[in-house]
C-alpha cells in the first residue's frame, strides 16, 4: 500500500497475542504497509506499552481462550470500523511443557490446547461473518514445523499445532466461495526469550549443557541459524497482500528448512 488513506479507507487487521515476539513484529509491520492494525494480548503491561506508542496500534487485553473476552474483542474492532475486518492473524500461543507424553500433565494439555486451539476457533466465530458480509477476507494461522515433523517431548505443543494445519486447510475450502483466503505460517525457532525458554527446559530434562541442546537445534536447520520475528512479519505481509490474492489453503514454512525436529540424547 502506498496511498495515504483515512481510517475509513484503511483496511483492519486483528493480530492475537501481539504483546511481543512474532505477534509484535507482525503489527508493527502491517502498521507499516498501511494497515489499521488492533491488537490483543493477555499481559497487560504489554498491552499498555503498545498502546502508548505512536504508530497507531489499537492495544486490547484479551485472554483467546476465554470466548467471551474474546467476543468483546472482535465486537471492540468491528464498531471501530464500521464492520469492517479484512485480515485476521491467529498468532497467540503457549509452548506448553517439555516432558515425555507419560509425564505430560493433563492440565497442560488442556491448558495449551484452549490457547493454541479453541482460541483460534473463537476468533474464526466472530470474525468470519464480518468477512462473508463484506464479500472478502484473509486468515493467516500461525502454526509451527512442529505441525510439521512432530515434536518429541512436547505432546500438547505439536498436536495443537497439527490442529492448526487441519483448521487451515478445511477454511481454505469452506470460505473460498465467499473470497477468503486462508493460510498457514509454520515458523522454525525463533530467536528470543521463548526459544530461550524451551531450550533451557529441554537441557533440565536431558541433564546437558545449554550451549549444547542450542547447537543441537540449530544443526536441525539447513540454514544452521534460527530465525528472526521479521521474517515471519514479512511473508504475513504479502500473504495478506493482493499480490497473494489466490494464495490459500497453504502451509508455508519460514524456517531457514528444518531437516528435523528430533532431538538426540
Not at 476465554?66 to 470500523?81: K, P, S, Y
Not at 493467516?140 to 518429541?152: K, Q, R, V
Not at 541442546?213 to 493482493?242: G, H, P, T
Amino acid at each position: 500500500m502506498s496511498e495515504i488513506m483515512t481510517d475509513e479507507d484503511r483496511p483492519a487487521a486483528l493480530v492475537t497475542g501481539a504483546g511481543a515476539g512474532i505477534g509484535k513484529a507482525i503489527a508493527l509491520a502491517l502498521a507499516a504497509d498501511g494497515w489499521r492494525v488492533f491488537i490483543c494480548d493477555a499481559d497487560q503491561q504489554a498491552v499498555v506499552a503498545i498502546g502508548a506508542r505512536d504508530d497507531g496500534i489499537d492495544a486490547m487485553l484479551c485472554d483467546v481462550s476465554d470466548e467471551a473476552q474474546v467476543r468483546q474483542c472482535v465486537a471492540h474492532v468491528l464498531d471501530a470500523t464500521g464492520g469492517r475486518l479484512d485480515l485476521l492473524v491467529n498468532n497467540a500461543g503457549i509452548s506448553g511443557m517439555n516432558a515425555p507424553v507419560e509425564d505430560t500433565d493433563a492440565e497442560d494439555f488442556r491448558r495449551t490446547m484452549d490457547v493454541n486451539v479453541n482460541g483460534p476457533f473463537y476468533f474464526l466465530r466472530q470474525a468470519v461473518p464480518a468477512m462473508k458480509a463484506k464479500g472478502r477476507g484473509s486468515i493467516i494461522n500461525i502454526a509451527s514445523t512442529a505441525a510439521l515433523f512432530g515434536y518429541p517431548n512436547r505432546t500438547s505443543y505439536a498436536a495443537s499445532k497439527w490442529a492448526i494445519i487441519g483448521l487451515t486447510k478445511t477454511l481454505a475450502m469452506e470460505l473460498g466461495p465467499f473470497n477468503i483466503r486462508a493460510n498457514a505460517i509454520c515458523p522454525g525457532s525463533v530467536e528470543g526469550p521463548r526459544i530461550d525458554g524451551v531450550i533451557r527446559r529441554d537441557a533440565a530434562n536431558r541433564g546437558m549443557d545449554e550451549s549444547a541442546v542450542r547447537r543441537i537445534y540449530e544443526s536441525q536447520v539447513s540454514m544452521r541459524k534460527f530465525v528472526n520475528a521479521e521474517d515471519i512479519a514479512r511473508m504475513c505481509v504479502f500473504l495478506a497482500s493482493d499480490a497473494a490474492a489466490m494464495v490459500s489453503g497453504q502451509v508455508i514454512a519460514v524456517d531457514g528448512h528444518t531437516e528435523s525436529l528430533s532431538v538426540p540424547l
